[in-house]
């Protein structure tokens, strides 16, 4: 029998799959109608300290991880890029805005990425940093300019993953979403 921690954290993994697969216009307000029915109270771990709703926002980013892991595996057996399929663009996108929201860590959607590349070629990488590139601007500010120590370790430790294959576009990423 799962416990109850266990069942919001799928239901959140369900949220975040179904969620991921609609369009861009729909899947936040989506993500967040679906998660409130879940019995998630995004309000109170928006607006509450760090310390105290840390167990909620870790549970959050495992649905999170697991949603990406499930996504990344099913592309993988398909024979399919995963920078391909929109729903795993969508869910990189959803884990930023949930980050920004304050529902989950500020590195979650770092650590989304480097699980995103870990799974993908060198060759493949290329728009993988092209889908970087045009969301700069919200990588910066999950960093917070780059004074949020957690995040910028989580963006170095994502760019380190093909520090072999693309030096100077690591290099540059990394000076762009750190200022």
């Known amino acids: 029998m799962a416990t109850p921690e266990l069942k919001l954290v799928e239901d959140a993994k369900a949220a975040i799959v ?14 967040e109608r679906k998660l409130s029915g879940a019995g998630w109270n995004l309000h109170d771990i928006k607006t509450s300290a760090e310390k105290e709703k840390l167990a909620e926002k870790e549970d959050m980013a495992l649905a999170f991880r697991t949603a990406v892991e499930q996504l990344l595996t099913e592309n993988s057996r398909a024979g399919k890029d995963s920078i391909q399929d929109k729903r795993v663009v969508s869910l990189l996108d959803l884990s930023m805005h949930a980050a920004l929201e304050n529902w989950v ?20 990488c290329s728009q993988t940093f092209s889908y970087l590139e045009q969301r700069a601007d919200k990588l ?20 380190n993953t093909y520090s072999f294959s693309k030096v100077r576009s690591i290099v540059a990423l990394y000076s762009k979403y750190t200022g």
């Open 105 to 124: 860590p500020r590195q979650l959607p770092c650590m989304v990425m480097h699980d995103w590349l870990e799974a993908q070629s060198a060759d493949q």
């Open 140 to 159: 910066r500010d999950l960093t917070l300019n780059g004074e949020h120590s957690y995040c910028k370790a989580a963006l170095l430790k994502c760019c």
């Open 18 to 31: 179904a969620s991921a697969s609609l369009g861009p216009d729909t899947a936040i307000s989506e993500l």
